[in-house]
């Protein structure tokens, strides 16, 4: 435990002294020069605005309706635990404050996403990244788990095939994908050819470099989910299962009042951990398109990456606050709403 | 010979959804290996045959070489032997104590309740705070540290008392993933610093203590939610019968979470062997592990396609075998023995 903590908090307390400063150059040596919040201020409201929030532009229809809608639903939400009156006034106040949290997060992201003109930066494609990214893994997986759960034909070849992704260094996976979706000479060229694409390049498009990225993503953290939702539906007791098949209950049934219930901790866990690691994405952008087209792909481990490299290791260190703020806020309402509930109907 | 795809059993599928499970399978089976069967043929061709597009079956369309496998296993020799055998060395020693203390942590927090208070913690990290500021405005190191313990026990013995608010065993687990949240970007430059003071830098140890510090948190969540899904009265007759706490866990806990040991085990054997970052920034010549290898594979020429696939597929190889050992104890069976028993 002192292990840990030590290994924890020192890097803490260094990186918020670096994320206040700004690297200095002098003869024979370098500096650290305290500088402030200008690093978080550049980045939040300043000239990396545009890089790290994205182009901010006024929305269109659709992103007019999903504010309004966001609005109501909160506000509905808040009036609600308002009048049921068991809810003490210090919690309203936080709830209140959650739900103006949350209406500012959706206006910055309709306002990137769904307006003329508007550009998602590091920040938002992040949590693009993120959240694609866990959709399609935790399907993925648990339909895999599930399928070889069954007594299929060549039960231990696909499970054991099923993990080789997840052996494969990140960086090394970066460089396969590469290969694989080079146009004119990766595996899938006759592909390309015969659609006409033979010029093609994902790097041109953003919203399919990041659709390239989320493949990549996807195909390497599949058999993390896979492999600990077998763990966990191998060892449920399947004796309530077959009891209820037994009785004439349709398998969605059995699934999703005895199945379900028992994997939820477990799957709780699965999506804090992959939240977690998603967040710190950076190996298959970076690899795959350099961050490219221009800064679509950039995600803020990436652009936090890249800051270190030109040594502003000040504003690297800002970057990787906000995105300790970021995930720490995440998780936070992820545990306290999601996983406490889920527990405790376990 | 039986139809492979019949039923066995009321709650087996029937035969059509089999098989159609089986394509499934299939097609996703072939979505993971194509990737690893063109890593497998691009070792076998030569840079211009690489170049030239896309050829797919060796001798076929293309006369395969062994140059990339000799480059790496003969010139390089020893600089591809080192690397490994930290690999192999780092991933196994820090994954093994990871799960050892992991999993340990993991079954407290699901059987005893503790009540970590918050006045104690919060003395606990301000002594830690004073050390660190009296140590960097220029206070010798141990007096500072000493101090530091001083005014913990001191206050923690006089005021810690009065703070009775407390934690749970949730909020201890909470603290413990939140140490993975900060990106590795940030906690690499000082952990440089760090080693660097205790003289561990280009040192595996340094490599195999801080993998056991980031992966302990996965261990302890993943092992938390197996333990929890054990049922309490196999342990609760084992303890009415006079069986000591370790041995229920040696002889009944251990043996019926063996699927979740093993798919943990696994998880952070897998971190271990594939950790980037932190390898790059804490090593330099004698502790340097694979995954620096492949990237070192990108040289000015442009990446090396032919020698990157070789080395991806003998780091892979170990871990994959070690799947195929271990794969076996991911199967039911055993705790329905137990609990009928």
Same mark, same amino acid.
């Given at each position: ?83 049921? *009156? ?11 404050? *959650? ?248 | ?169 949730? @909020? ?29 830098? @280009? ?21 938390? @939610? ?116």
């Amino acid at each position: 435990m002192l292990l840990i903590l030590v290994l924890s908090i020192f890097p803490l307390v260094a990186s918020v002294a670096l994320s206040l400063s700004r690297l200095a150059f002098h003869q024979g040596g370098v500096d650290l020069k305290l500088i402030g919040f200008a690093n978080y201020q550049q980045l939040l409201f300043g000239l990396e605005r545009s890089h790290f929030l994205g182009v901010l532009r006024t929305p269109n229809l659709i992103g007019w309706a999903i504010v309004i809608a966001t609005a109501a639903l909160t506000a509905a939400a808040w009036i609600r635990s308002a009048r049921s *009156g068991r809810v003490r006034p210090m919690g309203l106040i936080l709830r209140l404050i *959650g739900g103006l949290l949350l209406l500012g997060s959706v206006w910055i992201l309709v306002q990137a996403l769904a307006s003329d003109g508007g550009r998602p930066g590091a920040l938002i494609v992040t949590l693009i990244f993120v959240f694609a990214g866990i959709l399609f893994q935790y399907t993925l997986g648990l339909g895999l788990a599930m399928l070889l759960v069954q007594q299929i034909p060549w039960r231990r070849f696909f499970r054991i095939v099923f993990l080789v992704p997840l052996t494969i260094t990140p960086v090394g996976v970066g460089y396969m994908f590469l290969m694989m979706t080079d146009t004119s000479k990766g595996p899938l060229e006759p592909i390309w050819v015969a659609l006409g694409l033979r010029n093609f390049t994902w790097v041109t498009d953003p919203w399919l470099a990041r659709l390239a990225v989320i493949i990549g993503d996807t195909w390497q953290w599949t058999p993390f989910v896979f492999i600990v939702l077998l763990a966990a539906l191998e060892s449920l007791d399947q004796e309530v299962r077959e009891a209820a098949l037994v009785d004439g209950a349709g398998r969605w049934q059995a699934f999703r009042h005895i199945t379900l219930p028992a994997i939820l901790p477990v799957t709780t866990t699965i999506v804090l951990i992959r939240l977690i690691e998603g967040f710190k994405i950076i190996d298959m952008p970076n690899i795959l398109l350099g961050g490219g087209p221009g800064t679509a792909t950039q995600s803020m481990t990436l652009q936090a990456y890249i800051d270190w490299n030109t040594l502003n290791l000040g504003r690297s260190a800002a970057i990787a606050y906000l995105l300790l703020i970021l995930v720490s806020v995440v998780a936070t309402v992820y545990v306290g709403f999601v996983r406490r509930r889920v527990t405790e109907l376990a | 010979m039986r139809n492979p795809f019949g039923r066995r059993s009321v709650t087996d599928l029937s035969p059509p959804a089999k098989l159609g499970a089986f394509v499934v399978l299939l097609f996703w089976a072939f979505v993971v290996l194509f990737p690893i069967y063109w890593l497998l043929v691009t070792s076998f061709k030569t840079p211009y045959q690489v170049d030239k597009g896309p050829f797919y079956v060796p001798f076929v369309d293309f006369q395969p070489t062994l140059d990339a496998w000799r480059y790496i296993l003969v010139e390089l020799g020893n600089d591809t032997l080192r690397p490994y055998l930290n690999t192999v060395i780092v991933g196994l020693s820090s994954s093994v104590i990871a799960l050892l203390m992991g999993a340990a942590a993991a079954y407290a927090l699901v059987r005893f309740t503790y009540r970590p208070r918050v006045g104690v913690i919060g003395l606990a990290i301000g002594s830690v705070a004073f050390a660190f500021i009296a140590t960097a405005l220029g206070a010798p190191f141990f007096l500072a540290a000493g101090s530091g313990v001083a005014i913990f026990a001191i206050l923690a013995q006089a005021i810690g008392r009065r703070f009775t608010r407390a934690m749970g065993n949730s @909020d201890i687990a909470f603290w413990l993933i939140s140490q993975r949240i900060l990106p590795p970007i940030a906690v690499a430059v000082p952990l440089y610093v760090l080693y660097q003071q205790i003289g561990l830098l @280009d040192n595996i140890v340094a490599l195999i203590v801080t993998y056991v510090a980031a992966n302990l948190p996965i261990v302890v969540w993943l092992m938390r @939610d197996y333990f929890a899904s054990l049922p309490r009265e196999l342990e609760e007759s084992a303890a009415v019968d006079g069986a000591s706490v370790y041995r229920i866990v040696r002889s009944i806990v251990l043996p019926i979470s063996a699927p979740g040991l093993v798919a943990t085990f696994l998880i952070v054997l897998v971190f271990a062997w594939n950790e980037f970052l932190i390898a790059l920034v804490l090593t330099s010549a004698n502790a340097q592990t694979m995954p620096l290898q492949v990237a070192a594979q990108n040289a000015t020429r442009g990446p090396q396609w032919w020698a990157m696939s070789v080395l991806i597929l003998i780091m892979i190889t170990p871990v994959v075998a070690m799947a195929v050992a271990l794969e076996r104890f991911i199967t039911r069976g055993i705790l329905v023995g137990a609990l009928k028993g």
